[in-house]
């Protein structure tokens, strides 16, 4: 006879179905991970779901069920089923919302915010979103049940602002081990005529805190004449000149690609470049160490928390250090590889193995404490 489990956490599946974001990512490999554990430690007396707003594909889970909604809520706005849909279906369950969001009215609950970038970085976000998410994240750090993030960095800017107190936040580190599972698909490597080594990788975002002008700057000088600059995402030429970037010749877009793709581009760059502003976590760069890519990093946000002393650092705002921290890494042999070295040894301390056993920890504790 089964044991009737003393709570059930309920996690907020909205992000199945929905177009690709690193938040998602995050969510996807948690649960995933949290699944793995509870095989190999049991449950702790909980049951555990994830719950679907849409005929979506779900990964296989062997110790967490997939809970599919009524009929009539498929065709609820996303936004009113978290708020007003899933509070109600799982009243009785305790939620976990990993993607930022959660519904209002339902204390039994923990939301994991990534950072608090509508507050420090407001000029990356539409007026609409940013006061959308600054009132939820008001409410959700004042009525929910304990608020997780990703970095100690994240959870200062959190007391900062004032979303939640300090003894209310749970960081837990994102892992970046997925990538290692990955298969390389060197597909883009042909299609864009690149030459491995000889290029570097950044995020394709115009977002003002990505900070990807200062990599334009620099790209732009002739001693980086004979290097590519790969941008990766949805973002296009036409887009950074339309806010008025100036796009070198040796800049390539390749458009969103799929996971393998983008492990083919790391494996093989001479470097990957992350000049933001700020970050709540910065999972790129941990990725690119993963696979033995060097980092060149802003000294900014999260990014030192996270990369430790196994990137080389750049002033955001001087094209020319950008410049020669990048011919440092694609050209001096020495620097290079302690670079790789280092870059591998600080990636394997951020397994999602472990990020699922603190995100365990911290659910037994509230849900005993609440029960």
Same mark, same amino acid.
């Given at each position: 006879?089964?044991?009737?489990?003393?709570?059930?956490?309920?996690?907020?599946?909205?992000?199945?179905?929905?177009?690709?974001?690193?938040?998602?990512?995050?969510?996807?490999?948690?649960?995933?991970?949290?699944?793995?554990?509870?095989?190999?430690?049991?449950?702790?007396?909980?049951?555990?779901?994830?719950?679907?707003?849409?005929?979506?594909?779900?990964?296989?889970?062997?110790?967490?069920?997939?809970?599919?909604?009524?009929?009539?809520?498929?065709?609820?706005?996303?936004?009113?089923?978290?708020?007003?849909?899933?509070?109600?279906?799982?009243?009785?369950?305790?939620?976990?919302?990993?993607?930022?969001?959660?519904?209002?009215?339902?204390?039994?609950?923990?939301?994991?915010?990534?950072?608090?970038?509508?507050?420090?970085?407001?000029?990356?976000?539409?007026?609409?979103?940013?006061?959308?998410?600054?009132?939820?994240?008001?409410?959700?750090?004042?009525?929910?049940?304990?608020?997780?993030?990703?970095?100690?960095?994240?959870?200062?800017?959190?007391?900062?602002?004032?979303?939640?107190?300090?003894?209310?936040?749970?960081?837990?580190?994102?892992?970046?081990?997925?990538?290692?599972?990955?298969?390389?698909?060197?597909?883009?490597?042909?299609?864009?005529?690149?030459?491995?080594?000889?290029?570097?990788?950044?995020?394709?975002?115009?977002?003002?805190?990505?900070?990807?002008?200062?990599?334009?700057?620099?790209?732009?000088?002739?001693?980086?004449?004979?290097?590519?600059?790969?941008?990766?995402?949805?973002?296009?030429?036409?887009?950074?000149?339309?806010?008025?970037?100036?796009?070198?010749?040796?800049?390539?877009?390749? @458009?969103?690609?799929?996971?393998?793709?983008?492990?083919?581009?790391?494996?093989?760059?001479?470097?990957?470049?992350?000049?933001?502003?700020?970050? @709540?976590?910065?999972?790129?760069?941990?990725?690119?160490?993963?696979? @033995?890519?060097?980092?060149?990093?802003?000294?900014?946000?999260?990014?030192?928390?996270?990369?430790?002393?196994?990137?080389?650092?750049?002033?955001?705002?001087?094209?020319?250090?950008?410049?020669?921290?990048?011919?440092?890494?694609?050209?001096?042999?020495?620097?290079?590889?302690?670079?790789?070295?280092?870059?591998?040894?600080?990636?394997?301390?951020?397994?999602?193995?472990?990020?699922?056993?603190?995100?365990?920890?911290?659910?037994?504790?509230?849900?005993?404490?609440?029960?």
């Amino acid at each position: 006879m089964k044991t009737i489990a003393s709570k059930t956490i309920a996690f907020n599946g909205k992000f199945f179905g929905a177009t690709p974001t690193g938040v998602h990512r995050v969510a996807e490999q948690l649960v995933a991970a949290m699944d793995a554990l509870i095989a190999g430690q049991g449950g702790n007396g909980m049951d555990y779901a994830v719950v679907v707003r849409e005929c979506v594909d779900v990964p296989h889970y062997s110790n967490i069920l997939c809970a599919r909604e009524d009929h009539w809520a498929r065709r609820m706005h996303r936004i009113a089923w978290e708020q007003c849909y899933l509070p109600v279906a799982r009243r009785k369950d305790f939620i976990l919302n990993l993607c930022n969001l959660g519904p209002l009215f339902h204390r039994e609950s923990a939301t994991m915010i990534h950072d608090a970038q509508v507050y420090s970085a407001p000029d990356s976000y539409r007026l609409p979103l940013r006061l959308w998410y600054r009132l939820l994240y008001f409410f959700i750090g004042k009525r929910h049940k304990v608020i997780l993030t990703v970095s100690e960095f994240s959870r200062r800017e959190l007391v900062r602002y004032g979303i939640a107190p300090a003894d209310k936040i749970v960081v837990v580190h994102n892992g970046c081990d997925h990538v290692l599972h990955i298969r390389p698909d060197e597909g883009q490597l042909v299609a864009l005529n690149l030459e491995p080594r000889r290029y570097v990788i950044a995020l394709a975002n115009t977002q003002k805190h990505k900070n990807i002008g200062v990599l334009l700057k620099a790209f732009a000088d002739a001693e980086l004449a004979d290097v590519e600059l790969v941008l990766f995402g949805d973002a296009t030429r036409t887009d950074f000149e339309n806010l008025g970037h100036v796009v070198p010749s040796n800049v390539r877009f390749t @458009g969103r690609i799929s996971d393998p793709e983008l492990v083919g581009l790391m494996v093989n760059a001479g470097a990957l470049a992350f000049p933001s502003l700020t970050e @709540g976590f910065g999972l790129p760069p941990l990725e690119a160490m993963a696979l @033995g890519c060097p980092v060149v990093a802003a000294p900014f946000g999260a990014l030192p928390e996270v990369c430790g002393k196994a990137a080389l650092y750049a002033d955001p705002f001087s094209p020319d250090a950008w410049r020669l921290n990048i011919l440092s890494a694609l050209d001096d042999e020495a620097v290079r590889q302690s670079l790789i070295s280092a870059g591998r040894l600080q990636a394997a301390r951020f397994t999602w193995k472990e990020a699922a056993r603190n995100l365990f920890e911290t659910l037994n504790a509230v849900t005993r404490q609440s029960g």
